[in-house]
């Protein structure tokens, strides 16, 4: 059974950091395409970032500059850094993936697997 183990989440200040983890079993890791989603209370869970199997990333504009997608695949292991941290980014983020190939995929109902999700909190 595929899982994900979501860590790094916490009450932080704007303007500070926080580097999240997703740790992965029963997956082939290497070879899907792995992402971060969040979700604020009341809003629809929305695309953060992506990395393919190849290495390639893609950001939503809101974090661009701030955010970086990362993989460790002798670890299972996905990674976002978060610098800068605003009160917006306040949320439950998720780790997902799908095995598609190609162009980053930045609907939700695009991935197969999801964790259950860590809470970021940003105070003013």
């Known amino acids: 059974q595929v899982q994900f183990l979501e860590s790094g989440g916490g009450v932080v200040q704007a303007g500070d950091s926080l580097r999240l983890s997703c740790a992965a079993s029963?997956?082939?890791?290497?070879?899907?395409?792995m992402a971060w989603f969040r979700q604020a209370p009341g809003n629809e869970r929305q695309f953060v970032a992506a990395?393919?199997?190849?290495?390639?990333?893609s950001y939503a504009d809101s974090v661009k500059g701030r955010f970086t997608i990362s993989r460790d695949n002798t670890k299972n292991t996905l990674y976002l850094q978060m610098n800068s941290l605003k009160t917006l980014d306040t949320a439950v983020y998720y780790c997902?993936?799908?095995?598609?190939?190609?162009?980053?995929?930045?609907?939700?109902?695009?991935?197969?697997?999801w964790g259950k999700g860590t809470q970021v909190t940003v105070s003013s």
């Open positions: 029963a997956l082939t890791f290497s070879s899907y395409t």
């Open positions: 997902a993936a799908n095995p598609f190939v190609g162009t980053i995929r930045t609907s939700p109902t695009d991935y197969n697997y």
């Open positions: 990395v393919t199997a190849s290495g390639s990333t």
